[in-house]
């Protein structure tokens, strides 16, 4: 990230938030193939295990791209958090699951923050460099619930 070795283990020293997820998705149907639908991550960083099924997929300029199950690897993704403290130099990325004709299996694991913790952009990504921050300060537990809020109770539109 371009910051001193060791800056997000000092950071974020508090482990009661991060968990684990074991993910079964059923095999698509002519009527539905959703696993999970387009999303960021809110946390800071998430691992990802999958078996060789297939199905994850990024958005990239426009286009889903597979995440191509590869024997042996793990797939990191950015979350919004990371993006916040960075400023946007590096982004969360927006991604989903498309349930293929058999059972896929995956873990993620899901490093987060403290939910008492705040968080904004940091000055190596603002002050130190002359750009301003793109975002307000958070409390994790605030930012999670505006998410959850949204999701649930959208704003509502004008006709
Ligand atoms: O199952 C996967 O490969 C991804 C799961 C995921 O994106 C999530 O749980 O946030
Ligand atoms: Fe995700």
């Known amino acids: 990230m ?17 968990h684990m997820t074991a993910k079964r998705y059923f095999p698509a ?3 539905e193939n959703v696993g999970i639908s387009a999303h960021e991550d809110s946390n800071c960083i998430t691992f990802i295990f999958q078996d060789d099924v297939g199905g994850l997929e990024v958005l ?16 990191v993704n950015i979350g919004d958090v990371i993006q916040v403290l960075s400023n946007d130099k590096l982004k969360s990325a927006m991604h989903r699951v498309v349930r293929k ?6 873990f993620a694991f899901f490093f987060n923050l403290h ?6 952009p940091l000055p190596e990504f603002t002050a130190k460099i002359g750009e301003p921050p793109r975002y307000r300060r958070f409390l994790y537990r605030e930012y999670h619930q505006l998410r ?12």
Not at 60 to 75: L, Q, R
Not at 101 to 106: D, I, K, L, N, T
């Open 115 to 120: 939910g008492d913790k705040w968080f904004e």
């Open 60 to 75: 990239n300029d426009g286009d889903w791209v597979p995440a191509e199950p590869v024997d042996g690897s793990i797939i």
């Open 148 to 159: 959850v809020r949204n999701k649930t109770h959208p704003p509502a539109r004008i006709d």
């Open 101 to 106: 004709p058999v059972h896929r299996h995956s």
């Open 2 to 18: 371009g910051l001193p070795p060791g800056f997000l283990r000092g950071y974020n020293d508090a482990r009661g938030f991060d």
């Open 29 to 31: 149907t002519e009527e």
